[in-house]
């Protein structure tokens, strides 16, 4: 798969300095859905930033794209000065992403994009 130029565009307005991530959601034919970015929180101190992932579901709830699109695509990047990094989700964001019927995609450290596995 290659990498929407999109989603780098998304990461890149992260105010989150070392891990600039965005979750970006597609149709199986390729139409951009939702896109979401990670940023920092000021002002909490238990929370330090929102994930891309979970910004990404809200819209994707509100727009109930579940409903309306099959075969829905997550595609979750990281990048840095050398290009896409790992962006495996976290446990959290893993979980949360399993509660919905669509294929999570992600960028490895190799620049590589995987699939996550259901549990």
Same mark, same amino acid.
């Not at 979401?36 to 990404?56: D, M, W, Y």
């Not at 819209?59 to 962006?87: E, H, Q, T, Y």
């Given at each position: 798969?290659?990498?929407?130029?999109?989603?780098?565009?998304?990461?890149?307005?992260? $105010?989150?300095?070392?891990?600039?991530?965005?979750?970006?959601?597609?149709? #199986? #034919?390729?139409?951009?859905?939702? *896109?979401?970015? $990670?940023?920092?929180? #000021?002002?909490?101190?238990?929370? *330090?930033?929102?994930?891309?992932?979970?910004?990404?579901?809200?819209?994707?709830?509100?727009?109930?794209? *579940?409903?309306?699109?099959? $075969?829905?695509?997550?595609?979750?990047?990281?990048?840095?000065? *050398?290009?896409?990094?790992?962006?495996?989700?976290? $446990?959290?964001?893993?979980?949360?992403?399993?509660?919905?019927?669509?294929?999570?995609?992600? #960028?490895?450290?190799?620049?590589?994009?995987?699939?996550?596995?259901?549990?």
């Amino acid at each position: 798969m290659i990498v929407p130029e999109k989603a780098i565009r998304v990461a890149n307005y992260s $105010n989150v300095k070392k891990a600039k991530v965005a979750a970006i959601a597609l149709t #199986s #034919s390729g139409q951009i859905i939702a *896109f979401a970015h $990670n940023k920092r929180i #000021s002002g909490n101190p238990k929370k *330090f930033t929102q994930h891309a992932e979970e910004v990404l579901i809200q819209k994707l709830n509100k727009l109930r794209a *579940f409903d309306r699109f099959k $075969n829905i695509i997550i595609l979750v990047i990281r990048i840095n000065i *050398f290009g896409l990094s790992m962006a495996k989700p976290c $446990n959290k964001c893993q979980k949360l992403l399993q509660e919905y019927p669509a294929n999570i995609l992600y #960028s490895g450290w190799d620049q590589q994009i995987y699939r996550l596995k259901s549990e």
